[in-house]
């Protein structure tokens, strides 16, 4: 049996366990925990901006009653330091960070998220280069995921169980922890594995034994340290 290699750890929404989800302190935290890349919710507001946030609405985590897609970029800010995709992209070209980008379905917009993180990226595309970071686009949406084939942008198609691997529109897979014990080899292969999220001992060493090639993670720090020591 070949040896096991350890898989990247992707700061799942930012040092989440440490700092609110998708701040910049959380992303700032993630560069200093040592993770190798980040992991993002994208969705648009109201004027087509991208903002990293994961629910419809701000009520969990700002304790605001507005709804992303029905307000603007300055209303949301005015209640909330939110980042937009191209802040986190800053961020991550500066430390050269790895991003997985998940945009959020079902949406008013259908497929105009995609669209317009397709312009951000191609717009970045020759500093991403230059930078040597990889980025992915990652969907729970199957037909997200199918209006990405022709982009030139790794794309990843999250699954819950593993019998959505057998209709995979993506590059790469997502399974979730769970689901990745789970999965067999022939149903993945050679599609890249992004996991998530593993944040115990045990999911973290799972990941490592599957063959994860990409491990998302609130607890980047805790997650090297058990894999170096492993």
């Not at 919710?41 to 609405?57: E, Y």
């Not at 937009?84 to 961020?91: F, G, H, P, V």
């Not at 590059?171 to 999220?197: E, M, N, Y």
């Amino acid at each position: 049996m070949a040896p096991f290699s350890n898989p990247l750890i992707y700061a799942h929404r930012g040092a989440s366990f440490d700092h609110p989800e998708m701040s910049r302190e959380a992303y700032m935290a993630a560069v200093e925990q040592g993770a190798d890349g980040f992991e993002t919710d994208l969705r648009l507001t109201k004027d087509g901006s991208i903002v990293c946030w994961h629910d419809d609405d701000m009520k969990r985590v700002a304790d605001c009653d507005l709804f992303i897609a029905n307000s603007t970029l300055a209303e949301i800010r005015a209640a909330y330091p939110i980042l937009t995709l191209a802040d986190l992209l800053e961020i991550a070209l500066k430390f050269k960070k790895h991003l997985a980008l998940e945009t959020k379905h079902p949406v008013p917009t259908r497929g105009a998220i995609e669209n317009e993180v397709i312009k951000t990226l191609n717009a970045y595309q020759d500093r991403i280069l230059k930078a040597g970071i990889s980025v992915s686009i990652m969907s729970f949406s199957w037909f997200a995921v199918a209006r990405l084939r022709t982009s030139p942008w790794n794309t990843v198609y999250l699954i819950p169980h593993r019998w959505f691997a057998l209709f995979n529109p993506g590059r790469s897979i997502g399974p979730s922890v769970d689901t990745l014990a789970k999965l067999h080899q022939s149903r993945v292969a050679p599609r890249k594995i992004f996991a998530w999220t593993a944040n115990s001992e045990e999911e973290i060493l799972l990941c490592r034994k599957h063959g994860a090639n990409v491990m998302m993670s609130d607890r980047p720090a805790f997650a090297r340290s058990i894999l170096e020591s492993a």
